[in-house]
């Protein structure tokens, strides 16, 4: 699915990632962990395409494409989703339009026609029942005035629809209260199947509890330190990340 | 310098005198005053404080140098496109109303003249707009057309909008100066579309409204001006708002090379309400200029005002907004928001809010605010499969909409939809 090596990138001059390495398969559901400021945010920003980050070495093949040649939008086009830790407000552009926009754009780069209306519909209603979505929030603006929870339901319910490949969740777990966790793991859990693979980056075990890894990945200092199954996770829950810090600081030494 | 500021004006008025109709609904008094204001004035150039981004002078001299006021007929044909199939549909050709290319009036309780049928001192026709407020205003009332004069009698509420078409057709260059008075009377309400076409060359459009709302009546008004990228105009609504009378305007810019616009509203009545919003979208070397300017005399009335730019390559955008609240305006609430968006480094936008209160129980407050298209927002949209070109039009639509979204008749805002869509 996606093959990232010796990926270094870095912001205004700052180098964030200093060389990650990772395989993930079709039907694989792999975590990424760290600390704040581990570069796990820029991990996902830099695979989605932000423009802000320069990518100095390094390559990511996603299906057998050079993935860092593309646009953002090509990207998604490919199959590339990103769930946003923030998702952004847009006054003015209804979900709406925005999703049958997106749709369609994904439709015409795969050589398809446009969606007929009432499948489009029929889309719609079918996955805002996956998510627990509010049918109300989809007539509104994207995003605008969404309280935390309901943006973060919004971006799965944009995954639910676009059926993406590759769905790489940024830290979709903060900020969520136990019954908002519950659905958005619930909806990550339905979509899965042997076709698609996702990556969830968190800093907490919680969620893991909820969609379970099949590996999970220490990300440290933009770098991967450790890899493992989900029992790793269990672990770094115990022994906190200091522990992680302190045997990291003295391989440095 | 006024003798060489004459030298303009002196060439308009001697081209313009020759071709010039009657203007018979003036009364003579402010006939003479309007020459005697142009004489001393002239044309305003940059050096005056109002016209300070919009060199009328200059826009004369090089742009007007042959005024020939030729025109070629107006037909049907030409002023089909602009006809809205809901509304009652008038036409004001070459700055003169035109009966024979207007729809049949069938409703009760409207009252349509041309402003030559309107004579002497009973005569409305100048009593808002003053010759010593403006050069155009002087100059419209020297040399306005046989205009149009719309009233909507006591009581009335008129159930289709009325659409009115100023249609230009210049064989070379011309100065136009196309004049309505809209007088609505107290309890009537309607909706009028003022809308600015040219099919001709080159033009230059005075174009200047009385609108008078009387007690209790609301009018809702649409200036459209779509005059294409070879005209050049001033367009002056000079508006008195009653006691509890509504005012709404919205104005769309689609195109122009220079379009300067000077919206004047006197609020005049207590608990009277008025909102002026605007939107214009510029590239190459266009200049949109809105003046406006919400003059509160009384208390207890509300003005608000929302104006919007996109402006794009080398062009230019001003908004200049003032309120005026008098010592006796108390407990006014007037409102003014101004948001721009840059799209190119050589763009320019200049915004003024000018408040001036004299009253000291009011809210009043402004903003404004000039960005680029949001990164953030545009990063989302790609993220989701939308391409550059269709992100950053949706992000364009969603910032128009706002005043797009203030126009209640379908066929018309489907055109400005389609229209907009082309210049985002």
């Known amino acids: 699915m996606i093959s990232i090596k010796n990926l270094h990138a870095s912001i205004n001059g700052k180098e964030i990632l200093k060389g990650i390495n990772l395989e993930v398969k079709a039907g694989e559901i792999h975590a990424i962990m760290g600390p704040n400021g581990s570069g796990k945010s820029t991990l996902s920003s830099v695979l989605a395409g932000r423009e802000d980050y320069d990518v100095t070495e390094g390559e990511v093949i996603f299906n057998g494409k050079n993935l860092l040649d593309m646009s953002a939008e090509d990207r998604a086009r490919e199959g590339l989703f990103l769930a946003f830790q923030y998702p952004i407000e847009i006054p003015g552009v209804s979900n709406i339009n925005f999703l049958k926009t997106a749709i369609n754009e994904i439709r015409a780069y795969n050589g398809k026609e446009a969606i007929e209306a009432k499948d489009f519909l029929a889309l719609i209603k079918e996955k805002q029942k996956l998510v627990e979505l509010d049918s109300k929030l989809t007539g509104r603006s994207v995003n605008e005035g969404f309280s935390g929870g309901e943006k973060k339901r919004n971006e799965i319910f944009q995954m639910a629809i676009l059926e993406p490949k590759l769905a790489i969740l940024d830290e979709t777990d903060s900020g969520l209260d136990i019954d908002a966790l519950r659905i958005v793991a619930n909806g990550v859990n339905k979509l899965h199947s042997k076709n698609n693979a996702f990556v969830v980056i968190t800093h907490y075990q919680r969620l893991l509890d909820h969609i379970v890894p099949d590996f999970v990945h220490i990300l440290f200092d933009g770098r991967i330190v450790k890899s493992g199954t989900k029992e790793l996770a269990l672990e770094l829950e115990a022994k906190g990340y200091d522990e992680i810090k302190h045997q990291f600081e003295k391989l440095q030494g | ?424």
């Open chain 2, 1 to 424: 310098m006024i003798a060489e500021r004459s030298i303009t004006t002196q060439k308009i008025i001697e081209a313009i005198s020759a071709k010039a109709n009657k203007v018979g609904f003036v009364v003579d008094t402010e006939l003479t005053e309007a020459l005697q204001f142009l004489e001393t004035n002239g044309i305003p150039n940059n050096k005056h404080e109002d016209y300070k981004y919009c060199n009328m002078d200059a826009v004369f001299k090089k742009e007007f140098k042959n005024i020939t006021q030729e025109f070629n007929e107006i037909k049907n044909t030409d002023v089909k496109p602009y006809k809205l199939e809901e509304a009652i549909n008038l036409v004001v050709a070459n700055g003169t109303y035109n009966e024979s290319l207007s729809d049949k009036i069938i409703v009760k309780g409207i009252t349509i003249k041309c402003l030559n049928d309107l004579t002497g001192n009973s005569s409305p026709v100048g009593n808002l707009a003053k010759s010593n407020s403006d050069a155009f205003v002087a100059l419209s009332n020297a040399f306005s057309g046989n205009g149009i004069y719309v009233q909507v009698q006591k009581g009335n509420l008129i159930p289709m909008p009325i659409n009115i078409i100023y249609i230009n057709s210049a064989k070379e260059e011309s100065l136009i100066n196309p004049r309505s008075f809209i007088h609505i009377q107290p309890n009537a309400e309607v909706t009028i579309t003022e809308r600015f076409v040219n099919v001709g060359k080159k033009a230059f459009s005075n174009f200047l409204s009385e609108k008078l709302i009387e007690e209790n009546a609301k009018l809702t008004s649409y200036s459209i001006q779509e005059e294409g990228n070879e005209s050049f105009s001033v367009n002056t609504n000079q508006v008195k708002v009653g006691r509890y009378a509504t005012y709404d305007n919205t104005t769309i810019t689609l195109s122009g090379q220079l379009v300067r616009n000077n919206h004047n509203v006197v609020i005049a009545g207590e608990n009277s309400q008025s909102h002026l919003n605007g939107l214009f979208l510029t590239s190459g070397t266009q200049l949109v200029d809105n003046h406006t300017l919400m003059d509160h005399q009384v208390p207890n009335c509300e003005s608000s005002e929302l104006y919007k730019g996109v402006i794009n390559e080398k062009s230019t955008g001003v908004f200049n907004g003032k309120i005026y609240v008098r010592k006796d305006a108390q407990k006014t609430n007037a409102y003014q928001s101004s948001k721009n968006i840059l799209l190119s480094d050589d763009g320019t936008i200049n915004t003024k809010p000018q408040l001036e209160i004299y009253a000291d129980d009011v809210k009043c407050s402004h903003g404004t605010s000039t960005g680029k298209i949001d990164e953030n927002a545009l990063f989302y949209l790609k993220a989701r499969g939308i391409g550059d070109e269709s992100a950053r039009k949706l992000l364009l639509a969603a910032f128009a909409n706002e005043v797009v979204d203030k126009i209640q008749i379908e066929s018309l805002k489907t055109h400005l939809e389609t229209e907009l869509n082309k210049l985002y």
